[in-house]
Structure formats: C-alpha cells, structure tokens
C-alpha cells in the first residue's frame, strides 16, 4: 500500500468515525418523533437507542477531538497540527 492511499484510508476512517455517532443520533431522534411520546418510554428499544447514542456522544468527545486533529493532520498537513 502506498504512502498515499494509506493516507486517504486514515483520512476517510477518521471522517466515518467522526460522522457515525451524529448521523445515529439524528436518525434515532427521527424515529422518536415518529412514534411521539411513546418512543422515549421503556416499551419500545428505541429508548435504549437514544440513551446509547447520546451517552457515546457525550463520553467520547475526546475521541470525536482526536478524529478532528486526524482529518485536519491530513487535509493540512502535520506543520498545523495544534501540538509539535
């Protein structure tokens, strides 16, 4: 593999990793609205969902950081990383 397609394979993981937990929020809160009040009650999964979504958002931010630095790192290049 090639210094040059590694670096669009770390930069395309780093942009998935970045977007995932923020398209399944949104797709979890549409699914909530759909099914009103009841999508936040305990009978139906979706509850547990939003909670799983909205605590990975939250617990990992550091992670959601680094993958910032990571698309920037690549887009830029390593003289503008915010660290030396």
Known sequence: MSQKSLAKSVLAAAIAKLRAPIHAFEIM???ADWLGATGY????PIEMGI????SYSIGAEGTMNIMRIIIGRELLGKEFL???
């Open 29 to 31: 809160n549409e699914v």
């Open 41 to 44: 009650t305990k009978e139906y």
């Open 51 to 54: 909670r799983g979504v909205r």
């Open 82 to 84: 915010p660290y030396k």
